[in-house]
């Protein structure tokens, strides 16, 4: 369901009756209405909310902020003219996008959509002290910029940090003692990765290690 909020009921009368057409449900509110429902509504009732969307009225950076406190759900301000400096403010109390009317249904259904994507994309990241390794095909991020990569070397590093991840967590969780071992070669590689993860966790290269030394495998990664 889709929320709209406009001080104009004509305007939240013809957006609802687009959405209709095109099989999404909305539910339409003054501001003053909508203060008193917003505030009323149960936490899963505003979980089935898909997004809100605001015409031009007065208060409507308050109104983003208030949403913000109780909602993750895209907020779409509808400006009937342009204006930097109000299109400025509503981004700084928190809506997702500023949208210059006038603008279709499908078109606010695509941009809801696309901020859906974008805010799933962000919890496909694993954080490793200032290196961010996504899931969906992104370059990694070092100190926040973006490391470009070849498509095979960021696979790997991709690979790599979830194998390792769920590899080593489960033994930590336990108090387990253990150490790293790998290739001579790849050793300065694999530790650059793991002491952003894991600094405590000893990297070894197998040569490193004495042949008296009996090895007990508790996992392996490929």
């Known amino acids: 369901m889709i929320i709209l909020v406009d001080d ?7 957006y609802r ?12 509110f003054t ?8 505030h009323s509504t149960s936490g899963p009732d505003l979980a089935a909310v898909e997004a809100f969307i605001l015409g031009d009225f007065e208060r409507r950076e308050t109104m983003t ?5 109780r909602t993750e759900a895209p907020a779409i301000a509808l400006n009937d003219s342009t204006g930097l400096e109000s299109t400025l403010k509503l981004f700084a109390a928190g809506a997702d996008d500023v949208v210059r009317k006038p603008v279709h249904a499908r078109e606010i259904i695509a941009r809801i959509g696309a901020i859906r994507r974008r805010a799933a994309a962000a919890d496909k990241a ?3 002290g200032d290196l961010r390794v996504f899931s969906d095909g992104r370059d990694p991020e070092v100190g926040g910029r973006v490391l470009a990569l070849p498509r095979r070397e960021r696979r790997m ?11 080593v967590k489960p ?5 387990e003692q253990f150490a790293l071992v790998t290739a001579p070669e790849a050793r300065a590689y694999v530790r650059m990765i793991v002491d952003r993860l894991f600094p405590t966790l ?15 495998v508790m996992a392996s990664l490929s």
């Open 126 to 128: 694993t954080d490793m």
């Open 31 to 38: 501001p003053s209405d909508f203060d008193n429902w917003f």
């Open 17 to 28: 009756a687009s959405f209709g057409r095109e099989g999404i449900s909305a539910a339409t």
């Open 65 to 69: 902020r208030v949403i913000k406190t």
């Open 202 to 216: 000893p990297v070894l290269s197998h040569i490193e290690i004495s042949k008296s030394v009996r090895l007990e």
């Open 171 to 175: 033994l930590l969780e336990r108090g």
């Open 8 to 14: 104009r009921i004509d305007v939240t009368a013809a």
């Open 157 to 167: 590093i991709e690979q790599f940090a979830s194998e390792l991840t769920a590899a």
